[in-house]
């Protein structure tokens, strides 16, 4: 490294990566200020990247593309994005170029595993590479899981990690928009782990539930001040007058922009009129 770029770096690097860093497998994506020197970042990068033992360092440049949420990132030292993720004793592989795993989701990911999901069917509606199907088929105990991607670049890694967590026989991949690939009637449980826009799939998820109800995991952005109350009557006119609607859980998950809060709200409808004790799993 050039000694005048090292002189003027100094370190510890995290004084330069100073909006955040996290490591995705054996790849290591980095944030910085803006106006920060490229030869700085390409600089932080390489002695970060020997510090925690990456093969490759990445700028994330805070963004995300359309629709697929696909991620914008810029190399800056070492080569090849591909890596394999190990989170809770299971395996992602993933391509950081194409694909996002949010590391402020990881208790979500973690909490989904932790789950008493024995004999159920769920369906996923957002599947991505496997963040919520792969914990409820190996942690959970779902005994089916109908995984809905769009994505191409994402299902192709979903398929991958079916295999790699060796749950392909109790999971249907799907490939396509969950409008018009996930099944009907048939699901105790489902999750919709998207932001910005999950509302309009609340119908897609109520129509996947079985004629006795189920339990739906709904996650979305909202403003702060009004993000719960949102939430709540947004799934109370997906339930409408076919389903008594319960709230069983309602979390922030992390701030996603300022005064926007991404929240996860657990809800279970039942049909008019069920006892509440056949309501209380779930």
Not at 159 to 168: G, I, K, Q
Request: proline residues 5%; aromatic residues 8%.
């Amino acid at each position: 490294m050039d000694a005048r770029v090292e002189s003027e770096l100094g370190r510890p690097w995290r004084s330069v990566a100073r909006k955040g860093w996290e490591k995705v497998g054996d790849v290591l994506i980095l944030q910085f200020l803006p106006g920060t020197p490229l030869r700085l970042r390409r600089a932080a990068a390489r002695i970060a990247a020997e510090e925690l033992t990456c093969r490759c360092a990445v700028e994330d440049l805070q963004g995300v593309r359309g629709e697929l949420r696909s991620p914008r990132i810029r190399i800056l030292y070492g080569s090849g994005t591909r890596t394999v993720h190990t989170e809770n004793g299971l395996r992602f592989a993933l391509d950081v170029a194409s694909i996002m795993l949010a590391s402020g989701n990881v208790a979500e990911r973690t909490r989904a595993a932790a789950l008493d999901c024995g004999g159920e069917t769920v369906v996923d509606l957002f599947a991505g590479i496997g963040y919520f199907t792969i914990p409820l088929a190996a942690k959970a105990g779902a005994a089916r899981v109908f995984a809905c991607e769009k994505n191409p670049a994402a299902f192709a890694f979903l398929e991958e990690n079916l295999r790699l967590n060796r749950v392909e026989p109790r999971v249907t991949a799907l490939f396509g928009d969950c409008r018009r690939m996930a099944p009907k009637g048939v699901a105790d449980r489902v999750f919709l782990g998207y932001l910005h826009g999950t509302e309009k799939f609340l119908p897609t998820a109520v129509a996947a539930l079985k004629a006795e109800g189920g339990t739906l995991h709904y996650h979305e952005a909202y403003p702060e001040e009004t993000k719960f109350r949102d939430a709540y009557a947004a799934l109370a006119r997906a339930a409408g007058p076919s389903f008594d609607l319960r709230i069983l859980d309602a979390r922030e998950v992390k701030s996603f922009a300022p005064g926007i809060d991404h929240v996860a709200v657990t809800a279970r409808l039942s049909p008019r009129g069920e006892p509440r004790a056949a309501a209380a799993k779930r």
